[in-house]
Nanobody, 128 residues
Framework: QVQLVESGGGLVQAGGSLRLSCAAS????????MGWFRQPPGKEREFVAG????????YYSDSVKGRFTISRDNAKNTVYLQMNSLGPADTAVYYC?????????????????????WGQGTQVTVSS
């Protein structure tokens, strides 16, 4: 089992940037494909970005493509989400998630059901 702890959320003005971090502990981090999701107020949790176990493959939702960047440092057991050009629509609780891979096939997962472990979330609020 892996434990995930997000940090880096906060209040930012529209047009600003934030970098979220997700620290993992408990198991070999490189055994997991990772993802970021968000849940806006009153809405369902939605996919934001995903990254393969080695970091070589990434995928983004259309709403964040070109503004957000997901990356990972397996030596530090951490996955990041760099968020630029933030707008009020990006206001949400952001969650990181992990999926234990069963082979070395490069996969990037994009649905809530794909992931086995979740962090507690970090609030991001963007003011207009």
């Amino acid at each position: 089992q892996v434990q995930l702890v997000e940090s880096g959320g906060g209040l930012v003005q529209a047009g600003g940037s934030l970098r979220l971090s997700c620290a993992a502990s408990g198991r070999t981090f490189s055994n997991y494909a990772m993802g970021w999701f968000r849940q806006p107020p009153g809405k369902e949790r939605e996919f934001v970005a995903g990254i393969s176990w080695g970091g070589g493959s990434t995928y983004y939702s259309d709403s964040v493509k070109g503004r957000f960047t997901i990356s990972r440092d397996n030596a530090k057991n951490t996955v990041y989400l760099q968020m630029n050009s933030l707008g009020p629509a990006d206001t949400a609780v952001y969650y990181c998630a992990a999926h234990l891979i069963t082979s070395l096939t490069v996969v990037v997962l994009t649905t809530v059901a794909d992931y086995d472990y979740w962090g507690q979330g970090t609030q991001v609020t963007v003011s207009s």
